[in-house]
Each structure stands twice: as C-alpha cells, then as structure tokens.
C-alpha cells in the first residue's frame, strides 16, 4: 500500500490502514521514544499514546513535508510529556557559561547503537532530553527552549555539559 492511500484510508479510520501504519513505523516510533524514557515500559507508552495522536489528528497533516517527520514529531512530543509527568527534568549546571570554541565532540565512532542508547541512559534526563533533541533530531536551541520552558542559553549549556558526559563515558569504558 502505498504512503498516500495509507493516509487517504487512515483519514477514514479503517482499522486495517491503521495496523498497517502502526506495523510499518512503530520499529522506528519506538526508538524515538525509548531515547527520551529511563525505561522501556515509559517507551512503549509514549509510543502507543503517539499512534493514538497519529490517528486522532490525522486530518491535520497537510501533506507537505514527510510523513514519518509528521509522525516522529508526535512521538517526541508524546515522550516529553511523559517524561515531564513522570520525573521532573533538572537541568544541572544551569549556570555554565559555554565557550564560542568547537569541542570536536563526534559521537560516530565505533560503536554500536546498542551502546549508544545504553550511554544516553547514563546522562541525566536534562542532559539526555537536550542531547536528543538537537543532535538526534535536529531541533535548533530556540525550538528546544520552546518545548521544554528553558531558556536557549539553559539548551546550550546543556547539550555541551551533556557532550562532556558524554565524552567521560566513553573514555570510561575505553571508546574513546
């Protein structure tokens, strides 16, 4: 079934369209949402209360840009609300003042995505939320100030405080 007849049948509730767009992208959904929870049982709900948005709010996508982003959209939003009900997000450091400097932080080493996520699980949940956002997701600072209630300076010091983590970790377990 192609991408646009799933959407047109999706906006006619069929059931059968929305099992086939539930088995096609919750694999990925799922990941989106298991990189914002502390565990997979928080996922697995961001995840089945975002397709519960994706087929309420179907009738809002507009058909320009992608279908997935539309649906990952969702689903990041879903998580962060999870995420802000069920653990408050602290921001540690909120009082660093960065550098203008690169700090040549790559995280495409070799290493696997298994220990990726296992490493993202270490960082606090400011740290980790804002490190998802930009660099995973590709949120600019201000859309981040925007959908956590943060200051864009608050979203900066973050994302370098959680690359420096990020960085002691990875030497910590020789990857680096």
């Known amino acids: 079934m192609t991408e646009q007849l799933l959407i047109e049948r999706l906006k006619q509730q069929d059931r059968v369209a929305q099992k086939a767009l539930y088995d096609r992208y919750s694999p990925v959904m799922f990941a989106v949402c298991r990189r914002y929870s502390t565990t997979r049982e928080d996922?697995?709900?961001?995840?089945?209360?975002?397709?519960?948005?994706?087929?309420?709010?179907?009738?809002?996508?507009?058909?320009?840009?992608?279908?997935?982003?539309?649906?990952?959209?969702?689903?990041?939003?879903?998580?962060?609300?999870?995420?802000?009900?069920?653990?408050?997000?602290?921001?540690?450091?909120?009082?660093?003042?960065p550098s203008n400097r690169e700090d040549g932080f790559s995280i495409e080493a070799d290493i696997s995505a298994r220990e990726i996520l296992s490493l993202l699980e270490e960082l606090p949940n400011g740290y980790r939320t804002v490190f998802n956002l930009y660099v995973l997701e590709g949120y600019k600072h201000q859309e981040i100030a925007d959908l956590l209630g943060i200051s864009i300076n608050t979203s900066k010091s973050q994302l370098i405080l959680a690359k420096e983590k990020m960085k002691q970790l990875l030497k910590k377990k020789g990857i680096v």
């Open 43 to 97: 996922a697995e709900e961001a995840l089945v209360s975002g397709f519960y948005k994706v087929f309420a709010q179907i009738h809002s996508f507009a058909g320009t840009g992608s279908f997935e982003g539309w649906i990952r959209r969702i689903m990041v939003n879903e998580a962060l609300m999870l995420l802000r009900k069920s653990q408050p997000l602290v921001f540690p450091g909120d009082d660093f003042q």
